[in-house]
C-alpha cells in the first residue's frame, strides 16, 4: 500500500531528498551554476554552450504521462506541512529563490 502524502510528512520522508550537502562546502555553493527544473532546457542548454557540448534542445518525456493525479503541490500540504519544509530546506529554498 502506498503511504499518504500525510504519512509521508508525518514520517520525514520529505527529508531524504536534501541534497545541499553533496553541491556545498561550508555550507555555500561550490559550483559555478545551478540550473532549474522548470526551466531545464535553457539552463541545459547554457551548461552545454559553456562546455562546447552540442546539444539540439531535445529531451525524453520519459515520465510524462506518469501521474495521473495532475494537482498542484500546494494542495496537498495542509496544517503545518509547508513549515516543516521550509525550515528543512530553507537553505535551497532560498538559493533557488522559490517562494514556498
Not at 553541491?23 to 552545454?48: R, W
Not at 531535445?58 to 495542509?78: E, M, Q, S, V
Request: proline share 5%; hydrophobic share 30%; with cysteine.
Amino acid at each position: 500500500m502506498k503511504e499518504s502524502f500525510k504519512d509521508f510528512m508525518k514520517n520525514g520522508g520529505y527529508k531524504k531528498a536534501y541534497n545541499f550537502p553533496i553541491y556545498s562546502i561550508e555550507k555555500q555553493p561550490a559550483i559555478g551554476f545551478i540550473g532549474h527544473y522548470e526551466s531545464m532546457n535553457p539552463d541545459l542548454k547554457t551548461v552545454c554552450e559553456n562546455l562546447s557540448i552540442p546539444f539540439d534542445g531535445w529531451l525524453p518525456n520519459a515520465k510524462g504521462d506518469y501521474r495521473i493525479n495532475r494537482h498542484h503541490y500546494r494542495d496537498y500540504y495542509h496544517n503545518n506541512h509547508a513549515e516543516m519544509v521550509r525550515n528543512y530546506y530553507e537553505k535551497e529554498i532560498d538559493l533557488l529563490k522559490y517562494v514556498f
